[in-house]
């Protein structure tokens, strides 16, 4: 059974730090390009990073350029994301999927992916 399961969320001051985990179980981790999306209520889901296989490969949307790193361990089954200068509209629910393929790159369109995390929240107070 296919399990994905995202940690590291919380409530944080605005310009500070957070570190989300998502950690896969039951796949070929190393088959799956890998990415985080974010969903604020009332708004769209968007992708805000994407890793490929290897980890050669990564993208960022504009929102988040510059202030967050995706990177994965594939040993460990586990990818992260480094948020740092996090800023009060970086509030939302944080979710990892995947997507099986293996491709040399990745995007983030939300088509790609059919694998999901139950999501971990982020808080950043002003």
């Known amino acids: 059974q296919v399990q994905i399961v995202e940690s590291g969320g919380g409530l944080v001051q605005a310009g500070g730090s957070l570190r989300l985990s998502c950690t896969a179980s039951g796949l070929t981790f190393g088959n799956y390009a890998l990415a985080w999306f974010r969903q604020a209520p009332g708004m769209e889901r968007e992708g805000l990073s994407c890793?490929?296989?290897?980890?050669?490969?990564?993208a960022y949307a504009d929102s988040v350029k510059g202030r967050f790193t995706i990177s994965r361990d594939n040993a460990k089954n586990t990818m992260y994301l480094q948020m740092n200068s996090l800023k009060p509209e970086d509030t939302a629910m944080y979710y990892c999927a995947a997507a099986p393929h293996t491709y040399f790159n990745c995007d983030l369109g939300l088509g790609d992916y059919n694998l999901w995390g139950q999501g971990t929240q982020v808080t950043v107070s002003s």
């Open positions: 890793i490929s296989w290897t980890g050669g490969f990564t």
